[in-house]
Each structure stands twice: as structure tokens, then as C-alpha cells.
């Protein structure tokens, strides 16, 4: 069976539109209608006018596909595909938070986390928008505990001013990227210009040029083709880089994520064929995490408006 053509036949016949994560299988991208970064996708999921939303991600961006676009059936192409560190904070773990403060504490969220956190927080955040949400949360609210990712807060704190109370969790592919590595790479390419996820921890990120999320690598790949790049982060993004005709590398190859490589063609196929794995959320649970969720776009939009 051709998996590609029977999945473009599906998507056809049922009026589907699979969203695709930068990090993905190479081959799962070719069939996707939208490759992107968790912010890019999540603005997807809520305009589409598709009946079907295929999410091929991990769980949290299928459930925050459901929250912004409740009518819609969608469904995470593979059940097992989760992440680890959205698992480090649970909502009782916010509650909890908030009693010591008497409730003054203000909840910033990355969206790799689960829809009952986003319930839980004021305002969500991406690797590509965070700078923008925490500039945009009023100067009167001085405790912001940001959670789960460590490194993302401290990244953010350093180049937003903003104090903030940060949760100890990570992602344990970025984690593990060392200050050495980028030396390493120096030492044998003095032109190299480095780019790091900034889920990296912050000795990384001071030793790169720069730190973006895939979407700002993808963006800043296209617009300096002359520049000798090497890429910190999953590799998925570098060989989508690479199949649109850019001259990439990775800093480390061994990079993976485990979870956004369960994914493949057969999946997708049987998602389409049988509208399985569709995310099912309380209508309650959706009402609040949506609410964090459309105040980071409303603060990442008037952001762009300045």
C-alpha cells in the first residue's frame, strides 16, 4: 500500500487537515498541510474550517487543538506520543502554589503541559512568544511563577527583566546539550553560526549566537542562506531545512525525541481511515484552559501591533 496517496485521498474525502510539529518524521511532514512550531500550529487548530484535525505531535498540542477549535474532531496520530516534561507540574501542583500566596500569584504557562494545568494558569506561552507574553503581563503583578520548563524561565528572565518564580521541570533532549558541544563545533568551524532551542539550559544559550524556536530557526535559515548554521535542537527541523534545498547542521544528531519520532505514515493512515485517538476533553476543563490559551495570542497579536 502507497501510505501517501491513501492518505491524501482521506484527507480529501473527509475534509481532514493534519498539522505537523518541526520535529517529526521526515516523511510525515511531506503529507502535512502545516509544518510549524507549537505557537504557529496552535493558530492553526483554531482557524481551520477542516471537520478533522490530525495532530501529529505529542499529546498536549493535540489537546490544545481540541480547547481552541472544540467543535472539531481531533485526533492525536499516535496514542503513546507524550511528553515528559509536561508531566513534571499537575493542576493540584498549581493549587497548591497558589495557596501559599493567598492566591496573589499570577500563572505563566508553557503550553507543553496538560490541559488541566492550562486551567489552572492565567496566560500560556511558546519557545517563540514567551519574551512577548511575559513583556505583556502588567507591571503591577510582581509573583509569576512560570512553569514546567527551568531553562525557557530563566532564558526569559535574563532578557526580560522580569523576576519570576520558576518550577523544575525540563526537556530532557535540550537538557542534555552541553557548553562543550558548542565549543567543540567552534574549534573546528570558526564561521559557524549557532542557534539553540531555548529550552537549552542557560550556559548553552550564552555560548550560542543566538537562541529561537524552530519556527524562528526556520525563518532565520531562509533569510541567511550565506550564513554557515548549525541548528541546537531536535533534528527534525534540520532535515526539513535540508528538503527545502538549505545547508544546515546539526549540533548534535543524537538529539532526538523519542515521543515526536512514534509518529509515522501507517499511523496517519489509520487515524484517517478510522478517526481514532480523537481527544476528548469536559467541556468545563476546555472552557478554562482556553482562557490562558487565547490571552497568549491576544498577547503575542498585540505585541505585533506595537
Known amino acids: 500500500m502507497n501510505f501517501k496517496e491513501e492518505i491524501l485521498r482521506l484527507k480529501k474525502e473527509k475534509n481532514a487537515v493534519i498539522l505537523c510539529h518541526n520535529y517529526i518524521n521526515r516523511d510525515v511532514q511531506e503529507v502535512a498541510d502545516y509544518l510549524g512550531d507549537s505557537y504557529g500550529l496552535s493558530v492553526k487548530a483554531k482557524e481551520t474550517e477542516a471537520d478533522i484535525i490530525v495532530f501529529a505531535g505529542v499529546r498536549f498540542m493535540a489537546e490544545t487543538a481540541k480547547i481552541l477549535n472544540p467543535s472539531k474532531k481531533v485526533i492525536l496520530s499516535n496514542i503513546e506520543a507524550g511528553c515528559p516534561m509536561a508531566d513534571m507540574v499537575n493542576a493540584q501542583d498549581i493549587i497548591n502554589e497558589k495557596k501559599k500566596t493567598d492566591d ?68 530532557c ?14 574549534a573546528k568551524d570558526s564561521n559557524a553560526l549557532i542557534i539553540v532551542h531555548p529550552e537549552c539550559r542557560l550556559d548553552v544559550i550564552e555560548k550560542a549566537d ?53 509518529t509515522t505514515l501507517q499511523d496517519i493512515y489509520y487515524d484517517l481511515l478510522e478517526e481514532r485517538n480523537q481527544i476528548v476533553l469536559p467541556a468545563e476543563l476546555m472552557n478554562k484552559a482556553r482562557n490562558s490559551l487565547e490571552k497568549m495570542i491576544e498577547f503575542t497579536e498585540l505585541d505585533k501591533q506595537i
Open 173 to 186: 533532549v535540550h537538557q542534555d546539550l552541553k557548553p562543550e558541544q558548542i565549543d567543540k563545533i567552534r
Open 210 to 262: 543566538m537562541a529561537l524556536s524552530t519556527a524562528g530557526m526556520a525563518k532565520f535559515v531562509r533569510e541567511n542562506q550565506d550564513k554557515n548554521i548549525y541548528l541546537g535542537t531536535e533534528p527534525g527541523i534540520v532535515a526539513r531545512m535540508i528538503a527545502e534545498g538549505y545547508d544546515v547542521r546539526p549540533v548534535d544528531e543524537n538529539m532526538i525525541c523519542k515521543n515526536m519520532k512514534k
Open 104 to 171: 496573589d500569584l499570577y500563572v505563566a504557562t508553557y503550553v507543553n503541559s496538560s490541559a488541566e494545568v492550562k486551567a489552572e494558569s492565567d496566560v500560556c506561552l511558546t519557545s517563540g512568544n514567551a519574551l512577548k507574553v511575559i513583556k505583556n503581563i502588567p507591571s503591577s503583578v510582581k509573583n509569576i511563577l512560570f512553569v514546567p520548563d527551568k531553562n525557557l524561565g530563566r532564558y526569559v528572565e535574563k532578557i526580560s527583566g522580569r523576576s519570576l518564580i520558576l518550577w523544575d521541570g525540563y526537556c
